[in-house]
């Protein structure tokens, strides 16, 4: 067990983790990625280099673990009443959250986080997200494909086009994921096993 995941939620660890969130966020703001050492930041919250050290284990994890905070997202989706029109608002605001400079940032942040799995909790985040468009789908009797197969549709290729082309996608271009696979039979999802084999 890592020395974050044996410390208890609320009281003094909650304040510690609150107050080195905000110093790595306002240095972020103040100047250059190379002002982010953990000595600052521990200047900044008020707390020894130590306390860091020993519940984040080093500075990357630490970023890491303010992106995932940063990513959760704060609402849930814009609710039309259309499940087709909730993924294209939905599609287009995580397309263009995740393309912009900030977000690519976090993207890579957490990507070298490491420990803890923080690209696990972010994709988490995305699935309930999903998942409550289908509810919602389900609940008005409305067809919809499942979460999983969101993702594989939707999600997996913006992030492609944000991680690998030099153009984002655009509002169009997530419009006409969503059009495409709103007007297909729906198969049964692929769920990925592990390994990472189908199952």
Not at 87 to 110: C, F, H, K, N, T
């Amino acid at each position: 067990m890592s020395a974050k995941e044996s410390l208890r939620p609320g009281g003094r660890s909650a304040r510690v983790q609150k107050s080195v969130h905000q110093a790595v966020e306002a240095l972020a703001l103040d100047g250059e990625r190379t002002a982010l050492t953990v000595p600052a930041i521990a200047a900044r919250a008020g707390v020894t280099p130590s306390t860091i050290y020993r519940r984040w284990g080093d500075l990357q994890a630490l970023l890491a673990d303010v992106a995932v905070q940063r990513l959760r997202p704060e609402t849930d989706p814009a609710e039309t009443g259309s499940a087709r029109r909730d993924l294209e608002i939905w599609l287009e605001q995580y397309a263009d959250e995740m393309s912009s400079a900030p977000g690519r940032q976090m993207m890579r942040d957490v990507l070298a986080g490491g420990g803890n799995n923080p690209a696990g909790k972010c994709c988490n985040y995305t699935r309930q997200q999903l998942d409550v468009i289908v509810g919602r789908a389900g609940q008005r009797g409305e067809a919809c494909p499942e979460t999983e197969t969101l993702i594989d549709r939707l999600v997996a290729p913006v992030m492609f086009r944000i991680l690998f082309d030099d153009v984002p996608p655009t509002g169009v271009y997530c419009h006409s994921l969503v059009s495409v696979l709103m007007q297909e039979p729906q198969a049964p999802a692929i769920r990925m096993a592990a390994s990472g084999s189908p199952r």
